[in-house]
C-alpha cells in the first residue's frame, strides 16, 4: 500500500491567504522531494530535503522536514493564482528499496 | 538543454493490443524512471533504469515491462491491454539516479477501449 500520505486532498484558498499541506510516512525517509503539478502539465521539481530537521525557503514557500525524518510541510503564504495545481511530496525509502514514492497530492484552488 | 521528450503524446488502443512508449532524456542524465498517474491512485512508480540496468521495479504485473538503451533513451511496453491501463505515463530522467531530482517529461496520455 502506500506509504506515503498527503493532507489534505484539496486544499481551497482564498486569494491572499496562508495554507499548509502535510506529508506523513510510515517509515524513515532518506530524504524528502516536493514537485508541483500545474492542470494540464507534468510534474516540476521544487526542493529536496535531506537532513533532519531542515527548512528551507523560495519565496512565498517554505518547505519542512520533520525530526524524525518521516514528515515534512509545505507552507504558502499569500497564495496567488498562479500557485494553483497539485503539490506533490516524494519520500526516499530505503526500506522499499530506494524507491522515490509519492504522496497522493494535495490539488490546490485558488479563490479569487 | 532539451527537456525530457516522450513519443507519443497520446495513444488510444484496443483491449488486447499492446504498446511502446519512448523517452528521451535530458542530454548526460542516466536514471530514467517511468511513473503511471491515474486520478484514483495518483503516482505510481513502475521502474528507474540506470546505464541500461533496471535498478528498482514497483509493484506492476509483468505485463509492463522496459528497457534502456546505451543512450539513455529508454523504452516502456504494455502487452494485453487492459481498459485499467488507461492513464498518463510519465517518464523523468536524473543526473545521477532517482533519489536525486527528477526531470518529468510532458508524458504520454494513453487511452484504451
Known amino acids: 500500500g502506500q506509504q506515503v500520505m498527503q493532507i489534505p486532498q484539496y486544499q481551497h484558498v482564498q486569494e491572499g491567504e496562508d495554507f499548509t499541506t502535510y506529508c506523513n510516512s510510515s517509515t524513515t525517509l532518506s530524504n524528502i522531494q516536493w514537485y508541483k503539478q500545474r492542470p494540464g502539465g507534468h510534474p516540476v521539481f521544487l526542493i529536496q530535503?535531506?537532513?533532519?530537521?531542515e527548512v528551507k525557503k523560495q519565496k512565498r514557500l517554505t518547505f519542512q522536514f520533520g525530526e524524525a525524518k518521516k514528515n515534512s510541510s509545505l507552507h504558502i503564504t499569500a497564495t496567488q493564482t498562479t500557485d494553483v495545481g497539485t503539490y506533490f511530496c516524494a519520500g526516499l525509502i530505503k526500506a522499499a528499496g530506494n524507491k522515490l514514492t509519492f504522496g497522493g497530492g494535495t490539488r490546490v484552488l485558488v479563490k479569487p | 538543454k532539451a527537456g525530457v521528450t516522450q513519443t507519443p503524446r497520446y495513444l488510444i488502443k484496443t483491449r488486447g493490443q499492446q504498446v511502446t512508449l519512448s523517452c528521451s532524456p535530458i542530454s548526460g542524465h542516466r536514471s530514467v524512471s517511468w511513473y503511471q498517474q491515474t486520478p484514483g491512485q495518483g503516482l505510481q512508480f513502475l521502474f528507474e533504469y540506470f546505464s541500461e540496468t533496471q535498478r528498482n521495479k514497483g509493484n506492476f504485473p509483468g505485463r509492463f515491462s522496459g528497457r534502456q538503451f546505451s543512450n539513455s533513451r529508454s523504452e516502456m511496453n504494455v502487452s494485453t491491454l487492459e481498459l485499467g491501463d488507461s492513464a498518463l505515463y510519465l517518464c523523468?530522467?536524473?543526473?545521477?539516479?532517482?533519489?536525486?531530482?527528477?526531470?518529468f517529461g510532458p508524458g504520454t496520455r494513453l487511452t484504451v477501449t
Open positions: 523523468a530522467s536524473s543526473s545521477r539516479d532517482s533519489s536525486y531530482e527528477q526531470y
Open positions: 530535503l535531506v537532513k533532519s530537521g
